[in-house]
């Protein structure tokens, strides 16, 4: 049971995930509610691995299964504010898009003994581990999700608070550029941090080309 303790960790994060955003159309308390919850699941992101790392049951398979987690729970998040028209469409794609090509690298390198973090790296120059592997650029693009996430969600709950007469609709404005910078800024990091695994990975992307007969 202590061995799958950080997969139930992670389990239990995408459910919130699919919880949190059913919490936003029920009303303004919900939706409070929600953006508080997001906090939760944003930290259970780092919990699982904490938890793995402190009872040594770290594995290559659990490095992928949280990656997994994380790509359903940023997906379910981005194309929920992109329905509900905080987001351009364009976000979503731009992600999933990233996300598809990133981890089709990854499970190839799989195959060959190469993870995405820790000793066993695909990352090939000291740059590409800094931006991908590192914890410090894993942690800041973990951060700027945790902020974008619970800003949109922010927005969200105000507008639903001034049509319910709750809170005034002062400062509103500022916060929609604000968290409109913080998405840009998010995506920007998504994708500068997926270009290095492209590349590192390109020799595994070439054996999907099928070479002409001699």
């Known amino acids: 049971m202590t061995a799958l303790l950080p997969t139930l960790i992670s389990g239990v994060r995408v459910g919130l995930a699919f919880v949190n955003i059913a919490l936003y159309p029920l009303g303004f308390r919900w939706a409070v509610a929600a953006v508080l919850l997001t906090i939760v699941v944003i930290w259970m992101d780092a919990l699982d691995g904490w938890v793995a790392r402190r009872m040594g049951t770290t594995s290559d398979m659990g490095a992928l299964i949280d990656i997994t987690g994380d790509r359903i729970v940023e997906n379910v998040y981005w194309i929920y504010f992109a329905t509900t028209g905080l987001v351009s469409a364009w976000v979503p794609i731009v992600v999933i898009t990233r996300g598809f090509l990133t981890d089709t690298v990854r499970t190839l390198q ?31 693009y973990g951060g700027a999700k945790l902020v974008a996430f619970c800003a949109l969600g922010a927005v969200l709950a105000w507008r639903q608070g001034i049509e319910a007469g709750a809170v005034r609709p002062s400062g509103l404005h500022a916060l929609e550029l604000a968290t409109a910078a913080i998405v840009g800024l998010t995506v920007g990091l998504c994708v500068v941090r997926g270009v290095p695994v492209l590349w590192d990975g390109r020799d595994v992307l070439r054996q999907l080309v099928p070479r002409p007969p001699d």
């Open 110 to 140: 799989f195959e060959r003994g190469k993870t995405p973090f820790g000793e066993k790296t695909m990352m090939q120059s000291r740059w590409s581990r800094f931006l991908v592997a590192s914890r410090f650029m894993r942690g800041l």
